[in-house]
């Protein structure tokens, strides 16, 4: 039997997470160190269905658990959209981005799979189908996310990304040299943004002025991208820690690792994506020095660390 193939890369927030919300620009960064291959089979054992073989799940997917429901929405309006139908259909997904980590593991499976399901039909997948698509599985898994996961797991460039505008490729005028840091735990976004909401309905006026500071660090630090200017977007890094603190969705163990970042002379160092567990970015000089700030994060507990390079 012949296999239809679909792939997309994992992605990190240098700038901007939570403000995004609130329709302040955010820079995402794709991650290709982490990806996602979905792999079509025909042919297969399931009858007349589709039948999904992951990680977390091998079975039917109509009796696929809750927290493949935003998947299983989005195979269903594939499918549909393709007049398509599933007749005797495996669904491999094979994915190195850890879920939970703000690394984009949910939008990168759905773009995965729906790409694999386009190129089994061979059909041509325009980028607003694509978008559509996605979104069904990202609405089910993250409530109401921004859309920045999507956009940023779909792009080869490092995006400025704003609610409700065109998504914007960026120039860089230096390569980019970042760590990425797992604090082993689990960061519920959805949670986070709730808390952010919570924090703005009793503190109105604190709040809003660090969502105006994310902001307005994210405008400056997409001019230091482009002039290559990384001492800076290093200090932009930081400065943006400061305000996503004060917001309550850091945590003790993310704070510890961004200051064994900064001993061990990152640039800048801050949590990426969501917070409350999930994982922390460090910028870096160059190559060796993120791998020393890899293994010195390893020493200090992380269980897993990335390393990625970032050309303009
Ligand atoms: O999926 P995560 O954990 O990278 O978070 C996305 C960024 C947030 O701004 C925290 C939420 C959103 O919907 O934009």
Redo the contacts with the bound molecule.
């Keep these: 039997s012949q296999k239809a193939e679909g792939k997309a890369h994992g992605k990190v927030?240098l700038i901007g997470?939570?403000s995004?919300?609130y329709d302040k620009p955010?820079i995402a960064i794709p991650f290709p160190v982490v990806n996602v291959t979905a792999t079509i089979e025909e042919n297969y054992t399931a009858n007349h269905s589709i039948y999904i073989n992951s990680k977390y799940y091998d079975g039917l997917l109509i009796n696929a658990p809750e927290e493949l429901s935003g998947i299983k929405a989005c195979v269903e309006e594939t499918f549909y959209l393709l007049n398509a139908k599933p007749k005797n259909i495996c669904i491999t997904i094979s994915s190195t981005i850890p879920s939970g980590r703000?690394l984009?593991s949910s939008a990168a499976v759905a773009h995965a799979i729906v790409r694999a399901i386009f190129n089994h039909f061979d059909a041509s997948l325009s980028k607003d189908i694509q978008m559509h698509l996605v979104q069904i599985a990202e609405t089910h898994a993250?409530g109401n996310?921004?859309g920045?996961?999507m956009e940023a797991t779909y792009s080869d460039a490092p995006i400025w990304f704003q609610k409700g505008k065109k998504t914007k490729a960026l120039e860089i005028g230096s390569p980019l040299h970042l760590i990425v840091a797992d604090s082993g735990r689990f960061?519920d976004?959805k949670t986070?943004?709730e808390s952010i909401r919570s924090l703005y309905l009793k503190h109105p006026g604190p709040t809003r002025s660090s969502i105006d500071l994310l902001g307005e660090y994210t405008v400056e630090c997409a001019h230091s991208l482009s002039t290559g200017d990384l001492h800076r977007i290093g200090e932009l890094m930081n400065l943006a820690q400061i305000e996503l603190t004060k917001l309550g969705v850091s945590d003790d163990r993310l704070e510890q690792f961004i200051q064994v970042a900064r001993k061990n002379d990152a640039l800048g160092a801050k949590l990426t994506?969501?917070g409350r567990g999930?994982c922390i970015l460090a910028l870096a000089e160059n190559e060796q020095h993120a791998i020393s700030l890899s293994h010195a994060l390893k020493e200090a507990g992380a269980p897993r660390t990335w390393t990625s390079r970032l050309d303009g």
């Design positions: 927030i997470e939570h995004v919300v955010a703000g984009g993250h996310p921004s920045i996961d960061g976004t986070a943004v994506g969501g999930g």
